[in-house]
């Protein structure tokens, strides 16, 4: 039951966190504040968690921890970068393929198997991400990329920034340290992410930006990525090809359904285009 049920409640969390960017967005806030807002709760909330002896830990918890979170502020950084040079489609889908890289260092590092039906729903997720693109295309962001090579580099680099947390939360749980160290890794994760963020507001001018409406932002992207993320955790034990495709596929879900839902968005050909492939997606990867 967790094998399904948890990696599909992330989803949908980390769907709220997609949600709470656009409300930013709605009233002028730039996405790092909504992020920093979110990166203190999660500080606050796993640090509360801690005591003298949660710092005991091996150092490949600190390690990757230090590494994903930098990796996170990547992301944000070479997407910003990415929307400077072409359209915002291609980057929706890279972004929404995070679990491609985790299910093949599964596979090879630590010999987990795939059967014909998990092939065939990792495929159809593959595709559901890339209509999703499409459908993003036809919401007016059809630049064309200035120049294709680098455009390319930057969207395959953020990609596999995006999906070194969620590959670290693999091996930590492969090598059994997420159980017992989760709180601390997850607490240095959200500093190492929301640091760099704060010191470039300030260094840019932006510090003296905070706003109740960030803050409220904030806290409803703060419950979707502790949430998301701690019920990935809880699963991970599970095979990478249920649990990440699960929850990016829920994510893809339920961020088309509030976009819809909430901020008018048309019901275009490719959007259900999207969510059929979707639903195969969850059918065929759930056949054991």
Not at 30 to 55: D, I, K, Q, W, Y
Not at 120 to 130: C, D, K, L
Not at 219 to 241: D, E, N, T
Request: proline share 3%; charged share 5%.
């Amino acid at each position: 039951m967790i094998t399904y049920l948890f990696p599909t409640l992330a989803g949908i969390c980390f769907g709220v966190v997609g949600l709470s960017y656009r409300l930013g967005q709605a009233r002028g806030l730039a996405t790092p504040m909504v992020v920093l807002h979110m990166t203190l709760a999660g500080v606050l909330f796993f640090g509360f968690r801690l005591n003298a002896e949660s710092f005991a830990v091996p150092a490949i918890v600190w390690v990757l921890a230090i590494v994903a979170g930098l990796a996170q502020y990547a992301s944000i950084e070479l997407v910003a970068a990415a929307l400077i040079r072409g359209p915002l489609s291609p980057i929706w889908c890279a972004l929404n393929l995070v679990f491609v890289p985790v299910i093949i260092y599964s596979r090879l590092a630590l010999g987990e198997t795939l059967d014909i039906y998990k092939v065939a729903g990792i495929a159809f997720a593959i595709a559901s991400v890339v209509s999703g693109s499409q459908r993003s295309a036809d919401s007016g962001a059809t630049a064309t990329p200035t120049r294709f090579l680098p455009y390319l580099s930057i969207l395959v680099a953020a990609l596999l920034c995006n999906s070194i947390l969620h590959g670290s939360i693999k091996h930590l749980d492969a090598v059994k340290l997420m159980a017992g160290h989760g709180s601390f890794f997850f607490c240095i994760m959200y500093l190492c992410l929301g640091l760099p963020i704060l010191v470039k507001l300030f260094a840019t001018g932006f510090g003296g930006t905070f706003s109740l409406w960030g803050f409220c932002t904030g806290l409803l992207a703060a419950f979707g990525s502790i949430a998301g993320f701690s019920l990935i955790a809880a699963s991970a034990s599970a095979p990478a090809a249920i649990v990440f495709t699960f929850s990016s596929i829920f994510s893809l879900i339920s961020g088309a359904l509030i976009s819809v839902a909430f901020f008018r968005e048309k019901v275009t050909v490719w959007w259900m285009i999207m969510l059929t492939l979707a639903i195969a997606a969850v059918i065929m990867v759930s056949i054991s």
